[in-house]
C-alpha cells in the first residue's frame, strides 16, 4: 500500500468518512455521527459526505445512506492522487446537486 496523497481542502473527518466506509459496506451521516471516533455533528458529516461524493470517492446510495467508491478505495490505498480531483466548493456541490450530479 503507497502513501495516500489527500488534497490540501480535506479534512482528518474526510479520511475518517472513508475509513468507516471501508470497513462497513455503507452508513449514513447519523449512524457514523454514534460511533466512537466521530467526535462531530451528523450535519458535518452529511456536508463531508457530499463534498467526497463529488469529487467521487464516496456514492449515494439510497436515501442518506453512502459507500465507498472503486476511487475511494483507490485513495485509501494510495493509489490515486486527491489533489488531482475536482476542488469541491459549496457551490460547485450544491449546483451538482440541482443538476442531479449527486
Known sequence: MSERRSAYWMKQLDE??????????WATPSTMAREKGFNVS???IWER?????YIGFTAPIHGDMY???TDGQMYLN???D???RPWPTVDRVLRG???GEG
Open 82 to 84: 486527491a489533489e488531482h
Open 42 to 44: 451528523e450535519g458535518q
Open 97 to 99: 446537486r440541482r443538476r
Open 16 to 25: 475518517r468518512i472513508l475509513e468507516h466506509l471501508d470497513s462497513e459496506s
Open 78 to 80: 494510495g493509489d490515486i
Open 67 to 69: 459507500e465507498l467508491t
Open 49 to 53: 459526505c457530499q463534498m467526497l461524493t
